[in-house]
């Protein structure tokens, strides 16, 4: 069946990079649907951040300032997330999920602290 | 921008009551609204999406109804497993969505 799974560093130092994968099994990813990520930081709601279509579009959450970008590696059945120039308001889990309209398939979710 | 009130934040119930959980949009979405429940330590899981249909495997117990601003999520005979916290969702300018903040469901 479909999973999805985050990897990435647990730490981050601020002003860095942030850089996450989600690996899916159970599906390829270039046959279709939309693949996104979500965050949620310590005690608060859902943030959605983004998606990316199989055909490589992509979308992002208008509230966000243009630090995130994700992408796909078909070969890889993987897509990532990069967020920019983090700071401490980037602490969170970050969940991968595919988009197929609604989020029907979710990641475990990796905490990422963003710490000096 | 559209955006997803819930209300209330907190509601506190016993195991067998009925929950009623509230979400408001601030515009119209036709039924492009799902809920997902939150456990502590877990992903989101999804529940009932367009507004009423419920996700593979969820429990009849689980209900959703409502249409262009105002939305209900309704739990008959609550179960000690559905204490937590639940989420609507839009997706009316799909693939872009939103979330509400979230209502916490506790054990009274």
């Known amino acids: 069946q479909l999973q999805l799974q985050e990897s990435g560093p647990g730490l981050v130092k601020p002003s860095e990079t942030l850089s996450l994968t989600c690996t899916v099994s159970?599906?390829?990813?270039?046959?279709?649907?939309?693949w996104g990520w979500v965050r949620q930081a310590p005690g608060m709601g859902l943030e959605w951040i983004g998606s990316?279509?199989?055909?490589?579009?992509?979308y992002y959450n208008p509230s966000l300032k243009s630090r995130f970008n994700i992408s796909m590696d078909t070969s890889k059945n993987q897509f990532s997330l990069k967020v920019t120039s983090v700071t401490a308001a980037d602490t969170a889990v970050y969940y991968c999920?595919?988009?197929?309209?609604?989020?029907?398939?979710w990641g475990q979710g990796t905490l990422v602290a963003v710490s000096s | 921008e559209i955006v997803l009130t819930q209300s209330p934040a907190t509601l506190s119930l016993s195991p067998g009551e009925r929950a009623t959980l509230s979400c408001r949009a601030s515009q119209s979405i036709g039924n492009y609204l799902a809920w997902y429940q939150q456990k502590p330590g877990q992903a989101p899981r999804l529940l009932i999406y367009?507004?009423?249909d419920r996700a593979a495997g969820i429990p009849a117990r689980f209900s959703g109804s409502g249409s262009g601003t105002d939305f209900t999520l309704t739990i008959t005979s609550l179960e000690p497993e559905d204490f937590a916290v639940y989420y609507c969702q839009q997706r009316s300018n799909w693939p872009r969505c939103s979330f509400g903040q979230g209502t916490k469901l506790e054990i009274k």
């Open positions: 367009d507004a009423s």
């Open positions: 990316v279509h199989h055909n490589g579009i992509t």
């Open positions: 999920a595919r988009n197929r309209q609604w989020l029907d398939h």
């Open positions: 159970g599906y390829s990813i270039g046959s279709g649907y939309y």
